[in-house]
């Protein structure tokens, strides 16, 4: 087979090494040449070996479907006459773990095989990806598959995570059914979460709710004298029996769940009482009712967890070791400790708990979506984070992000692949974005991003300098697919516009009489939220806590302070238009913008 492809004058084949670095790997001479397909004709069938079930079936036929995107061939699925190998999918494999997956290629067998169906899932997305496949970011204007009718992989290859439960998710979700499908589909295709499923988020509200305050104040924090609906009152037998009872009920009803959170809810107002004061800090109480939960938990489930932060106001180490069956997510932000965060991990670990890292990508109210502001944004240094909660030994990898792939997309992506394999070279992976993503437009849209991943503060003469950038590219690539990506960051620059145009005028710039101020601040506030709102469903910025939470009045404080101004009209504004701007819409707003930013005589 190989031989006749050779011969074709028209077609080209394409021998696919699969390569991972070692930390995660085990990479072996690479495998004899599979044909998958040849003038866009398939050459082999998808085989599942041993036992079926719905989740491999429906990976065999997600298989297919991008296989068939990018050959043109329908492989078919089960044994079929008339081809000359199979992709055999296969799980069962014990010794790869929880999460490991091999690949390797023979000339009539390419056998992706796993323990489990999460390590089979990671395995088919592994191969697509070294195929060229890339699912840079959620919105599917990001997806890129290669078009090679004659398709030839060689490969073998061991791989498994190293951080056993992997996630990026955004702070107030994703706000429409576009942005959820889109999210769950990258996750998915990016390897994320994992076979350690955590939970440490704020819960006590779960287990005695704030509703319950009035008939029962006694379960809840004495604050200065007077208890308050805030914290718990933890040396309180009920408030423990109450969670513990809580927790094991969640066990029996979802026993799928691995770890379940006892963490205290968030903000101050910790009990004040002496019995609780007799118990120690706050660290020892909050850490000593985590214990005592998991202590009944493993008498009754012996392999499952409890999870809590450390964070705030219980970042400090507890006085008291910790039970089997207590996992601790330290947290980078909100540490209340003079210790060093290398000193933090060592001090918990000292004391029995197991850890993983709960890390700030990006808050809305830290960085506005402006580029290089959030940790995701400034990419080398988020790449040598990672690392070094690696090699800290922290074993899970929780990131709060933000749904704004604009300014921190490569930085989110970056860091899939990296919470996957920590030594992956981050510059490669950057190269690799910007050559797959934009074609012969690398080279400026790189420049583009390594500007924003230094970290510089954004400002009017960045705006300028990225839209000479994009000016370049889209000169440099006509191709429908890469013109569609750099129309997004088209759009996001807009954004960026009209955000510095509305901060201008809100500080005091432009108009020098009031009438005339209020006019060109309720101008350029309703510009800015119309195409806020646009922009939700391709993901660019975090519109939702833009328009619809309690940071709406402080990014649009001097608006709502003008007195003529009804703030009914700015809830107007939120539902005027919810299209996208097509790309001769993008066209016209890039070209006012090269116009608008041009230096001044």
Request: proline share 6%; charged share 25%; aromatic share 10%.
């Amino acid at each position: 087979m190989l031989a006749t492809l050779a011969k074709m004058k028209t077609t080209r084949v394409v021998l696919i090494a699969l390569l991972l670095l070692p930390t995660c790997a085990r990479v072996r001479p690479a495998g004899k040449a599979f044909v998958l397909a040849a003038d866009g004709q398939a050459r082999c069938c998808i085989v599942i070996e041993g036992e079926r079930s719905a989740a491999r079936e429906a990976l065999a036929k997600e298989l297919q479907f991008w296989l068939r995107e990018i050959t043109g061939a329908t492989i078919p699925l089960g044994e079929t006459q008339g081809v000359n190998g199979a992709i055999v999918l296969a799980a069962g494999h014990t010794a790869l773990g929880p999460e490991g997956f091999a690949v390797r290629s023979g000339r009539r067998r390419l056998s992706l095989v796993a323990n489990t169906d999460l390590g089979l899932q990671h395995a088919v997305y592994a191969l697509l990806e070294h195929v060229g496949c890339r699912w840079f970011f959620p919105d599917p204007v990001w997806t890129v598959v290669p078009k090679e009718p004659n398709l030839a992989v060689s490969v073998d290859l061991r791989a498994s995570p190293a951080f056993g439960y992997r996630r990026i998710w955004y702070g107030w979700g994703p706000r429409t059914k576009k942005l959820a499908d889109d999210y769950h589909a990258w996750m998915k295709r990016n390897r994320q979460l994992g076979a350690f499923q955590t939970d440490c988020g704020h819960a006590w509200e779960r287990y005695v709710p704030a509703r319950e305050f009035e008939k029962h104040p006694e379960l809840f924090g004495l604050v200065k004298g007077e208890r308050k609906p805030l914290q718990l009152c933890t040396s309180n037998p009920d408030v423990e029996k109450r969670i513990i009872e809580g927790v094991l009920a969640r066990f029996r009803k979802e026993p799928g769940l691995n770890m379940v959170s006892v963490d205290p809810n968030d903000g101050a107002g910790y009990c004040e009482c002496e019995r609780c004061a007799a118990l120690g800090s706050v660290s020892d109480r909050v850490f000593l009712l985590a214990s005592n939960v998991a202590k009944a938990v493993r008498n009754q489930f012996p392999d499952k967890w409890v999870g809590l932060y450390a964070y705030a106001f219980h970042c400090e180490p507890p006085r008291t070791p910790f039970a089997p069956g207590v996992y601790v997510q330290v947290t980078t932000g909100f540490r209340y400790t003079k210790l060093s965060f290398d000193d933090q991990v060592t001090a918990f670990r000292k004391l029995g708990a197991r850890l993983g890292v709960y890390d700030y990508f990006s808050v809305y109210p830290w960085d506005w979506d402006m580029p290089g502001k959030a940790k995701a944004s400034r990419v080398y240094e988020l790449a040598q984070a990672i690392r070094h909660y690696r090699d800290l030994g922290l074993s899970t990898y929780d990131a709060e992000s933000g749904c704004n792939w604009g300014p921190n997309g490569l930085g989110y992506w970056l860091a899939a692949r990296l919470m996957w394999d920590p030594e992956a070279d981050p510059k490669a992976l950057v190269g690799d974005f910007c050559e797959r993503a934009f074609g012969r437009a690398a080279e400026p849209m790189r420049r583009l991003y390594e500007r924003w991943a230094s970290g510089e503060k954004f400002a009017p003469q960045g705006l300028r300098l990225a839209l000479l950038d994009l000016q370049q590219a889209y000169k440099q690539e006509t191709e429908p697919s890469v013109r569609a990506r750099l129309d997004r960051v088209a759009m996001y620059l807009h954004w960026l516009r009209l955000s510095l145009d509305y901060d201008r005028v809100a500080r005091g710039g432009g108009a020098p009489r009031a009438g005339e101020r209020s006019d060109a601040l309720q101008q350029a506030a309703r510009e800015l939220i119309v195409f806020s709102r646009r922009l939700m469903d391709t993901g660019l910025i975090h519109a939702y806590p833009m328009l619809s939470s309690e940071w709406f009045q402080r990014r649009f404080a001097a608006l709502l302070k003008l007195k003529d101004f009804d703030p009914k009209q700015a809830e107007a504004w939120k539902t005027e238009r919810t299209d996208i701007p097509s790309a001769e819409e993008t066209a016209r707003l890039f070209a006012a913008d090269l116009e608008a930013t041009q230096p001044a005589n």
